[in-house]
Protein backbone atom coordinates (compact mmCIF):
# COMPACT_ATOMS: atom_id res chain seq x y z
CA UNK A 1 0.00 0.00 0.00
CA UNK A 2 0.87 3.97 -1.00
CA UNK A 3 0.33 6.96 1.10
CA UNK A 4 -0.38 8.75 -2.42
CA UNK A 5 0.08 8.39 -5.87
CA UNK A 6 2.85 10.98 -6.40
CA UNK A 7 3.59 13.18 -3.71
CA UNK A 8 7.04 15.31 -5.01
CA UNK A 9 6.35 17.31 -1.87
CA UNK A 10 7.18 15.09 0.72
CA UNK A 11 10.72 15.95 1.73
CA UNK A 12 13.02 13.59 2.96
CA UNK A 13 16.59 14.62 4.76
CA UNK A 14 19.30 12.44 5.18
CA UNK A 15 22.62 12.68 6.25
CA UNK A 16 25.53 11.05 3.99
CA UNK A 17 26.37 8.41 5.98
CA UNK A 18 23.18 6.79 4.67
CA UNK A 19 25.13 6.64 1.41
CA UNK A 20 25.72 2.68 2.03
CA UNK A 21 21.94 2.12 2.55
CA UNK A 22 20.91 4.40 -0.80
CA UNK A 23 19.58 1.98 -2.55
CA UNK A 24 17.31 0.19 -0.20
CA UNK A 25 15.81 3.05 1.52
CA UNK A 26 15.21 4.45 -1.82
CA UNK A 27 13.44 1.58 -2.84
CA UNK A 28 11.31 1.48 0.33
CA UNK A 29 10.67 5.02 0.31
CA UNK A 30 9.40 4.97 -3.21
CA UNK A 31 7.41 1.95 -3.10
CA UNK A 32 5.71 4.21 0.19
CA UNK A 33 5.64 7.58 -1.15
CA UNK A 34 6.07 7.49 -5.05
CA UNK A 35 7.76 10.53 -6.06
CA UNK A 36 9.21 11.54 -2.76
CA UNK A 37 12.26 14.35 -2.99
CA UNK A 38 15.71 13.71 -1.13
CA UNK A 39 17.97 16.30 0.59
CA UNK A 40 21.54 14.73 1.47
CA UNK A 41 23.69 16.93 4.16
CA UNK A 42 27.37 15.99 4.72
CA UNK A 43 26.75 15.31 8.60
CA UNK A 44 24.70 16.41 12.22
CA UNK A 45 26.24 19.45 12.27
CA UNK A 46 25.01 20.34 8.80
CA UNK A 47 21.58 18.49 9.26
CA UNK A 48 21.05 20.41 12.43
CA UNK A 49 21.91 23.86 9.77
CA UNK A 50 19.31 22.89 7.74
CA UNK A 51 16.79 22.35 10.14
CA UNK A 52 17.26 25.59 11.86
CA UNK A 53 17.69 27.42 8.50
CA UNK A 54 21.30 28.50 9.26
CA UNK A 55 23.89 29.27 6.58
CA UNK A 56 23.39 27.81 3.02
CA UNK A 57 19.51 26.54 4.01
CA UNK A 58 18.43 30.19 4.91
CA UNK A 59 15.39 30.03 2.15
CA UNK A 60 12.86 27.99 3.09
CA UNK A 61 11.92 27.78 -0.73
CA UNK A 62 14.81 26.15 -1.43
CA UNK A 63 15.24 24.56 1.85
CA UNK A 64 11.73 23.10 3.44
CA UNK A 65 11.08 21.93 6.58
CA UNK A 66 11.35 17.66 5.75
CA UNK A 67 8.52 15.22 6.22
CA UNK A 68 11.10 12.98 7.40
CA UNK A 69 14.96 12.61 8.90
CA UNK A 70 17.00 9.98 8.38
CA UNK A 71 19.92 10.43 10.70
CA UNK A 72 23.02 7.92 10.37
CA UNK A 73 26.21 7.94 11.57
CA UNK A 74 28.63 4.56 10.39
CA UNK A 75 31.55 6.24 11.95
CA UNK A 76 30.54 6.17 15.67
CA UNK A 77 26.85 6.17 17.15
CA UNK A 78 27.85 9.11 19.72
CA UNK A 79 27.86 11.86 17.05
CA UNK A 80 24.57 10.82 15.98
CA UNK A 81 23.18 10.74 19.41
CA UNK A 82 24.87 13.85 19.71
CA UNK A 83 22.73 15.18 17.00
CA UNK A 84 19.69 13.53 17.85
CA UNK A 85 20.47 15.30 21.55
CA UNK A 86 20.68 18.48 20.01
CA UNK A 87 17.30 17.95 18.00
CA UNK A 88 15.90 16.53 21.27
CA UNK A 89 16.45 19.80 22.84
CA UNK A 90 15.06 22.03 19.90
CA UNK A 91 11.97 20.02 19.42
CA UNK A 92 12.39 18.74 16.40
CA UNK A 93 11.75 15.50 16.78
CA UNK A 94 7.73 16.16 18.11
CA UNK A 95 7.43 17.99 14.98
CA UNK A 96 8.64 15.78 12.34
CA UNK A 97 9.54 11.54 12.54
CA UNK A 98 13.37 10.83 13.17
CA UNK A 99 14.63 7.60 12.12
CA UNK A 100 18.13 6.91 13.48
CA UNK A 101 20.48 4.62 11.36
CA UNK A 102 23.49 2.90 13.39
CA UNK A 103 26.00 0.18 12.77
CA UNK A 104 25.78 -0.27 16.69
CA UNK A 105 22.78 -1.32 17.57
CA UNK A 106 23.16 -2.06 20.76
CA UNK A 107 19.87 -1.93 23.02
CA UNK A 108 20.96 0.55 25.14
CA UNK A 109 21.57 2.76 22.25
CA UNK A 110 18.25 2.14 20.68
CA UNK A 111 16.77 3.27 23.79
CA UNK A 112 18.37 6.32 24.30
CA UNK A 113 17.59 7.29 20.75
CA UNK A 114 13.85 6.62 21.11
CA UNK A 115 13.90 8.88 24.59
CA UNK A 116 15.49 11.92 22.40
CA UNK A 117 12.76 11.66 20.30
CA UNK A 118 13.68 8.78 17.19
CA UNK A 119 10.73 6.85 16.06
CA UNK A 120 13.09 3.73 16.06
CA UNK A 121 16.78 2.70 15.70
CA UNK A 122 17.36 0.62 12.68
CA UNK A 123 20.80 -0.78 12.18
CA UNK A 124 22.92 -0.82 9.37
CA UNK A 125 23.19 -2.23 6.84
CA UNK A 126 19.76 -1.67 6.34
CA UNK A 127 17.22 -4.61 5.98
CA UNK A 128 14.53 -3.68 3.41
CA UNK A 129 11.47 -6.16 5.47
CA UNK A 130 12.01 -4.22 8.42
CA UNK A 131 12.44 -1.28 6.98
CA UNK A 132 9.17 -1.27 4.90
CA UNK A 133 7.41 -2.61 8.13
CA UNK A 134 8.53 0.26 10.83
CA UNK A 135 7.91 2.80 8.09
CA UNK A 136 4.24 1.37 7.61
CA UNK A 137 3.71 1.90 11.46
CA UNK A 138 4.11 5.33 11.20
CA UNK A 139 1.03 6.80 11.14
CA UNK A 140 2.56 10.19 11.10
CA UNK A 141 4.21 9.55 7.74
CA UNK A 142 0.62 8.42 6.59
CA UNK A 143 -0.67 11.84 7.58
CA UNK A 144 1.92 13.69 6.56
CA UNK A 145 2.04 12.18 2.68
CA UNK A 146 -1.65 12.43 2.62
Not at 12 to 31: H, Q
Not at 42 to 65: A, I, Q, W
Request: hydrophobic fraction near 40%; aromatic fraction near 8%.
Amino acid sequence: MTYSTIDSNFLVLMTADCLSDIVVINRVLGKRIPGFREVWVNDGEELLDYLERVGKFTDPLSSPEPNLVLLADSQSATSGLRTLRIAARRGYPRRIPFIFLSENAAEDDERFAQQLGARFLLPQPIDKLRFDDQLSALKELRRRAA
